[in-house]
């Protein structure tokens, strides 16, 4: 089914025009009322200019002209898209709305499965629930140095940082296409150890991610994704996703972060006895470092523009902490559900097992995430987090290159590709001051044919770009 709407142009222009005609009333009343004075009248020596007569008529749609061209430029892209929306087929969704109207839809209720789209509810449950400002925090905890020495174990505690990282972890290379951004320094804290004055650690160095249960992935995850660079295990403490230099990967982040921390103490010269492992901090020890993240709505771009995976899967446990104090994927993401329906986002047919998408096990709609990105707009935290065409390091480094979409187009990706194929794509295109807000998802078949709906799609949004602009269609003051 394919829907449009339509401005309602003469309510706003007759709208308008009542106040001014009400006014120009009043004039003609009091005019005639007075009762002028008694003085000689001079014979006119000048003949009286009259006023040129109005091109635009009183009531004409020109004296609202910002919105006749919205309007004009809600048309055709609703125009634009219906080839695209005619071949969507049985398997896939399409939603296209313009500022706050639904412009042109097909199966909007159709569950489908998102794939990587679904990162964009993640992040706007975060930062509903959490603050665009909410910074996460690891500290080293353990008994106060006495001389420089620290008798006893260290606890570096996790807080949930999801770019927790490393210095050479932020760098491109063959399998990190897409480094995480807005990191957190591990250096930074292991820096603080020393300001503090610690020379010497007689116990260990213990990893402790309690903040978080112990699941280290989604039932929903293949095999083949768990061990990917794409997967990882999950945990409240994780430095550099649990990746060595080499990208081998640990299936314990928080012994895997311990060890890596440690090094970096060593580098400095801080010396430990008893080497790293994992642990639970006793309550009350003393905070000997510590380190904050980057905002929230930073760590939202990181998440949108890169894609990055395990960010949202650790985002979920942070929702489910702070609505449920349970810091577990089934309280996170009944949290989201839950968030949705109180936005007053249909939910039927809404299925969340992961906040990723890497799950085949996830089912949203498009009339869903197009009730998010609606309830959102492209300048707030999560729409300014979406990549945009053509920025490097992004999901969209490679797509809407072409003028007037790149770097204006704003979007996040989605690809699954075994079993199944999944393609999706879901974001805002801003024009002339208007909200384009637009989700593809193609499940099977279709996906493969991805890049001609895309084609399709940037077509529709340059045609509305190229509609006539308020100024074009302002009222003409007079004719000759």
Not at 30 to 41: G, S, T
Not at 174 to 202: C, F, N, W, Y
Not at 463 to 472: D, F, I, K, W
């Amino acid at each position: 089914m394919i829907t449009a709407a339509r401005g309602p142009l003469l309510a706003l222009s007759c709208a308008a025009l009542v106040p001014a005609a009400a006014l120009a009333g009043l004039a003609l009343y009091a005019r005639d009322k007075a009762q002028p004075a008694k003085v000689a009248v001079a014979p006119a020596t000048v003949p009286q200019q009259l006023p040129a007569p109005l091109a635009s008529p009183l009531l004409s749609v020109r004296r609202a002209p910002a919105a006749l061209a919205a309007d004009r430029r809600a048309d055709l892209l609703a125009s634009s898209v219906a080839p695209l929306a005619a071949s969507i087929d049985g398997s896939s969704c399409l939603a296209v709305g313009f500022d706050d109207r639904s412009l042109v839809v097909r199966n909007p209720d159709l569950a489908v499965i998102p794939a990587s789209n679904l990162k964009i509810i993640t992040a706007a449950v975060a930062i509903d629930v959490l603050g665009p400002g909410f910074t996460y925090t690891t500290t080293v905890v353990g008994p106060a140095p006495v001389n420089g020495v620290i008798d006893g174990d260290v606890f570096l505690v996790g807080g949930g940082d999801p770019v927790l990282s490393e210095q050479w972890y932020t760098q491109q290379s063959t399998s990190r296409k897409r480094p995480p951004t807005h990191t957190t320094s591990v250096e930074a804290l292991a820096d603080a150890m020393v300001a503090a004055g610690v020379t010497q650690i007689t116990g260990r160095v213990l990893g402790d991610g309690s903040r978080y249960d112990d699941e280290r992935y989604p039932p929903g995850w293949a095999d083949d994704i768990r061990v990917s660079f794409d997967g990882g295990a999950i945990g409240a403490l994780v430095i550099n996703d649990s990746r060595s230099p080499s990208d081998a990967q640990s299936s314990n982040p928080s012994s895997s972060a311990a060890a890596a921390f440690l090094g970096l103490l060593d580098q400095r010269g801080i010396a430990v006895a008893g080497g790293s492992g994992d642990g639970v901090a006793p309550v009350g020890a003393s905070v000997l470092a510590g380190v904050q993240s980057a905002p929230l709505s930073e760590i939202v771009n990181e998440l949108l523009a890169t894609s990055d995976n395990l960010t949202a899967e650790m985002m979920v446990k942070e929702i489910g902490l702070a609505v449920a104090q349970r810091g577990s994927r089934p309280d996170g993401l009944q949290a989201m559900l839950d968030r949705l329906v109180s936005w007053g986002v249909p939910t039927a047919g809404v299925r969340l097992t992961d906040g990723s998408g890497l799950s085949y096990d996830n089912q949203l709609t498009c009339a869903a995430l197009a009730g998010v990105l609606q309830r959102g707009s492209a300048t707030d935290a999560v729409g300014a987090g979406l990549a945009r065409a053509g920025q490097d390091g992004s999901t969209l480094a490679d797509s809407f290159e072409q003028q007037g979409l790149a770097g204006v187009l704003q979007g996040k990706t989605g690809t699954l590709h075994n079993p199944y194929e999944v393609k999706s794509l879901g974001g805002y295109y801003v024009v002339a001051g208007s909200e384009v807000g637009f989700v593809l998802i193609l499940n099977g078949p279709a996906a493969l044919g991805y890049a001609s709906a895309w084609e399709q799609l940037g077509a529709a949004l340059l045609a509305a770009g190229a509609g006539p602009s308020a100024e074009a269609l302002a009222p003409l003051s007079s004719v000759s």
